[in-house]
C-alpha cells in the first residue's frame, strides 16, 4: 500500500524539499500540504493521510496543538514534527501530544529518510498486532482449540523475559502468575475486562502477600523491562527484539521517551502501563 503524507510548514521551500526527498525515495505520496495550523486542521482530518509532518512553530496555531487536536479525533495518522528549537519542555510537550519522532531542520536526507522509514515501520507492526488480535477475538473459539498448553505458555513467556532482560527480577514471578490468572479469567470470552486491583487481590489472597508489595514489584520489573528495550533500541534501532517488543509490550512514545531520557535530553522518563504489558506479553507468548 503507498503510504500518504501531508506536509504542514510556513515555509513553502521546506515543504518542496520535504516533498523532493519523499519522491526521490519513493517512500510514499505527498497527497496535500499547506502552511497555516488552522488551514492543516482541516486538510488533515479530510484526507487522513497515514503520516503528517508538522512544523513546531506554525501561523495561527502551532504544532503541538494541532496536534493534540487531531490526537483526540484517533485519527490512523502518525505525526512527525519539524523543529528547529532544542528546548527540552517544548520537545517533551510535543512527544506527550502524540508524535512519534523529531525531524531537525535544517532538513537534512538522511534523518527525513530514517525517520520516516521508521514510522512506516512502526506503523507496519501496529497494524499486524491488531489484525491478529481482531482474528483472535472473531474466532477465538477455534483459535482456542489450537492453543499451546499451559506448560508451553510458561516456557514462552520465561522466553521473553530473557528477551528483555528480567527474567531475574523479583516481579517476574508476580507478572506471570497475572499472565495465568488473566488468561485463565478471559478464556472462550472475546474483549474480556479485568480492573487490575482485582488481579493483585486475587494473587495477594494465592501467595499471602501483601497486595500493594505486589504491585510495586510488579511496576518495578516493567520499568526495568522499558529501560532495557530503550538500551537495546539506542544501541540498535533495528536490534530483533527492540523491533518485536518495543510496540507489543509498551507505547511507543513511552519507549521514546525513556531513548531521550537515557541520552540525557529529558528529565521524565517513558511511562509504563501494566494492562498493555501483561495483555502484550499473553499475544506474544501464543503467537509464538
Known amino acids: 500500500m503507498n503510504v500518504s503524507f501531508v ?36 486538510i488533515i482530518r479530510d484526507v487522513r493521510p497515514h503520516i ?18 487531531l490526537a483526540a479525533d484517533r485519527l490512523d495518522t502518525s505525526f512527525i514534527m519539524i523543529s528547529q528549537v532544542n528546548s527540552e519542555p517544548m520537545i517533551t510537550r510535543a512527544y506527550e501530544c502524540g508524535i512519534e519522532f523529531f525531524i531537525h531542520k535544517p532538513i537534512n536526507v538522511l534523518e527525513v529518510v530514517s525517520v520516516i522509514n521508521r514510522v512506516k515501520e512502526s506503523r507496519r507492526l ?8 481482531q482474528t483472535a477475538s472473531q474466532y ?12 508451553n505458555l510458561k516456557t514462552n513467556v520465561y522466553r521473553i523475559f530473557s528477551d528483555i532482560g528480567i527474567i531475574g ?27 487490575l486491583s482485582d488481579v493483585y487481590s486475587k494473587l495477594s489472597a494465592k501467595t499471602q502477600q501483601d497486595a500493594k508489595t505486589i504491585e510495586q514489584r510488579v511496576r518495578r520489573t516493567i520499568a526495568k523491562a522499558l529501560q532495557n528495550l530503550a ?58
Open 7 to 42: 506536509v504542514v510548514d510556513d515555509d513553502v521551500s521546506v515543504r518542496k524539499i520535504i516533498q523532493h526527498i519523499i519522491n526521490e525515495y519513493e517512500l510514499g505520496k505527498v497527497v496535500a500540504e499547506c502552511g497555516d495550523g488552522i488551514a492543516a486542521e482541516k
Open 52 to 69: 503528517a509532518l508538522v512544523d513546531l512553530l506554525l501561523p495561527k496555531q502551532d504544532g503541538i496543538e494541532l496536534i493534540r487536536k
Open 126 to 133: 501496529r497494524q499486524f498486532v491488531s489484525i491478529i488480535q
Open 140 to 151: 477465538s473459539v477455534a483459535l482456542k482449540s489450537a492453543e499451546q498448553p499451559k506448560n
Open 169 to 195: 527480577e523479583a516481579g517476574a514471578k508476580d507478572i506471570y502468575q497475572i499472565v495465568e490468572l488473566v488468561d485463565a479469567w478471559s478464556e472462550g470470552t472475546a474483549n474480556y475486562c479485568y480492573q
Open 231 to 288: 538500551n537495546l533500541g539506542i544501541e540498535d534501532y533495528y536490534n530483533e527484539k527492540f523491533q518485536n517488543y518495543s510496540t507489543v509490550l509498551f507505547d511507543f512514545k513511552e519507549v521514546r521517551q525513556e531513548i531521550n531520557f537515557i541520552n540525557g535530553k529529558s528529565t521524565y522518563r517513558g511511562k509504563i502501563n501494566v494492562k498493555k504489558f501483561i495483555e502484550g506479553l499473553i499475544f506474544a507468548a501464543k503467537l509464538n
